[in-house]
């Protein structure tokens, strides 16, 4: 079996750390399995990397910054080498440029557009570890690029799917995927296996395991990717098809996001293509609109209300100023918290929806907004009742069972 | 004028000295010449990345302890460039592979081969200043490489030769060449301008200011080397061949080595090939032999002084146990230093020697070993004599006036 693991800074956060990651990597290594294992840098190091670039200018040129920004995991994937070679394992460590990674010359936010693995393959065909540093990758030019957040899990998910990998393990400091928060609901079970455009569903909505980048291109390659802890030795939470997880739940979590701020347009001239040209005006002002719901209004009149991050609604404010005139008031709520249940079993299951309302209902919870995809309900409710909210739809649908 | 600079470990120690590094090489960049400028690490991160090599193992495999060490020089490298950038100047960072460093492939110790300077030198003519990590380089299959102890230095050097440069200046915490240690003697002169040969003999004696190989190099390339301070404007130490220096002192400067060891190897048995039998025996045991002096003894015997490192005595005992049947009596004498004259001047002034044992006579000091080059004379002394012979010497060649 070929396995890429990727481990996370806080699992390569000293070298005490980094020998037991090495340790982890011996245990599969004795299942014979041939293993790619990226790493990122140590935890907090590529945070002062950025401090010592901002220290001159705020706008540093981002090819510096990639210079400065990508020694960090040159230097913990070394380490492992260092660390694997000494308990008598064949074991070398490549950079980005070495690992064949080619991304666009987008610095400190590239893409990877393609992977060269002939040298990756040719020392797996001589039983090598191979230990690739994560989050960089080379421009045409051989210039020096990063991948920006959680560039290391899409070093890791890239390599798998170039090289057609039976799996790719995501090891960080949380063990999994859960039901719902744990600290919201001290019931939230681990969940075993999830599908991909369910997770891609929960990630979005603060599920912070994996980002969406990571998730979206292993749905593409079709790797199946696994997130658990390198500190436990608990099974994790394998993300896969969902024609590869035999019992589908109807609902598999929930998942509250409390960074939305609601923004209603009242009485909004109801012409054709104002709908439009107010979202084109946000889009233009790189403002992402999570919900829009449309209601008909009084006389002719409708009403939009629609969610966006709370640190965008500055710079929405300024561009739906031009809309004054069509509109009777603009009302912008900040205390108002996102609940969704999220679940593939959705699709071929009825009055899911109307459950999630009655459990909110049977708590005098008002929903203000309400909005639906094939495996996603979301509702907007007050702020205040955002715990209460989650942990009763978590016990509506049985997921503390 | 084209102009290589290099900065120190401590001339970049934090931001704000490199901050302190830009504005120097601003001033510079302002009276129009083309500006290649080569940085150390900061002081202390070298030293910190080489104990987390050896975290796992005394003996780290070299080209991962390279992938580590290479880090230092990137990061400062692109943060001078920032630096500089900001302040309005073209400037950009390379890697020793960017900058077409070639090495051989012995790693942690790599020698340079080759430097392409296509990109370097299409980088000056478009104006830039150009900034390049020291240390390092890549070897013929591209894997990254480091020079080892006062790598930068070489690195700078290599490049003013490879690029024709009409000057390298190497900045440190130093301001320059002495006329002997100061704080042995306190009237102790800065030497303006000094001969590679010199320099060469001084550097071999304790004066840590550069390394031989880097003055090798220049001496090679005919490259004039300053060294001075990038904490202060004065002016450093010249060091060029002797043709460029109008007016030679007969004696340049006095050094001290209180690190060697003489072994006195009493009544040898004075058969040919004896001496060749000794020295190649601690040649094969990696012991450097500095002054050897041979006397003849009584009945057909012979009396073989010789000074090694303290550090490589126990290596030179064992060594020399394959002799003890040839020998009466070997001794061991560690409170031993070696003080040396060191002038071109010399060759062409007689009496040179004898004012010095003279100076040694008149505070009642015995010389034990005396030893001589073209332009070097070396006295090996009674440890406990050490600083005031320096002063005498000093003091008697009038380097304080």
New interface residues.
């Given amino acids: 079996m070929l396995v890429v693991q990727k481990y996370g800074g806080t699992s390569m956060g000293d ?1 005490e750390r ?2 037991n990651v090495a340790n982890r990597i011996a245990m599969r290594k004795k299942e014979n399995h041939h293993l790619v294992v990226v790493v990122s840098a140590m935890s907090g190091v590529t945070d002062t ?1 950025v401090g ?2 901002k ?3 705020q706008l ?2 981002p ?3 990639d ?2 920004l ?3 995991e ?2 913990t ?3 492992l ?3 694997l ?2 308990m008598g394992f064949k074991a ?2 490549l ?1 980005g440029r ?1 690992a064949g990674i080619l991304t666009d010359s987008i610095h400190t936010k590239a893409r990877i557009e393609d992977i060269d693995t002939t040298y990756l393959k040719s020392l797996l065909e001589q039983d090598y570890i191979v230990v690739v540093a994560g989050f960089q990758g080379v421009d045409k030019n ?1 210039e ?1 690029t990063t991948l920006g957040r959680g560039g290391s899990d899409l070093s890791a998910v890239a390599i798998a799917g170039a090289l057609q990998a039976d799996l790719c393990e995501i090891y960080t400091d949380v063990d999994g995927v859960y039901t719902t928060d744990p600290r919201i609901e001290k019931n939230a079970k681990k969940i075993h296996k999830i599908s991909y455009d369910e997770m891609l569903e929960l990630a979005s909505m603060g599920a912070k395991v994996l980002l969406n980048r990571s998730v979206e291109l292993a749905k593409k390659w079709n790797i199946p990717l696994v997130t658990r802890s390198s500190f436990t030795y608990d099974e994790g939470t394998m993300i896969t098809h969902e024609e590869n997880i035999m019992e589908q739940a109807v609902v598999s979590g929930v998942a509250l996001d409390k960074n939305q701020v609601r923004v209603s347009m009242v009485g909004v001239s109801d012409r054709p293509g104002i709908a439009a040209e107010i979202f084109t005006a946000m889009a233009n002002a790189n403002i992402n609109i999570d919900m829009i719901v449309q209601t008909i209004g009084r006389d002719g009149k409708t009403n939009l209300d629609f969610t966006l991050p709370q640190s965008e609604i500055e710079e929405a404010k300024i561009a739906l100023k031009d809309f004054e005139k069509d509109v009777e008031n603009i009302e912008v709520d900040c205390n108002i918290a996102k609940v969704s249940i999220v679940g593939v079993g959705m699709k071929s299951h009825s009055g899911v929806a109307s459950c999630a309302f009655s459990a909110l209902a049977k708590e005098n919870i008002n929903i203000m907004m309400i909005s639906t995809s094939e495996i996603k309900v979301s509702m907007v409710i007050d702020n205040k009742y955002a715990e209460l909210a989650v942990r009763s739809l978590h016990s509506a649908y049985n997921l503390d069972k």
Same sequence: chains 1, 2.
């Fill in positions: 070298c980094i020998q990397l010592y670039t220290y001159f200018t540093p040129n090819r510096e910054v210079m400065v990508s020694s960090g040159r230097i994937s070394a380490l080498a260092i660390a070679e000494n070398i460590s950079s070495k051989g020096v």
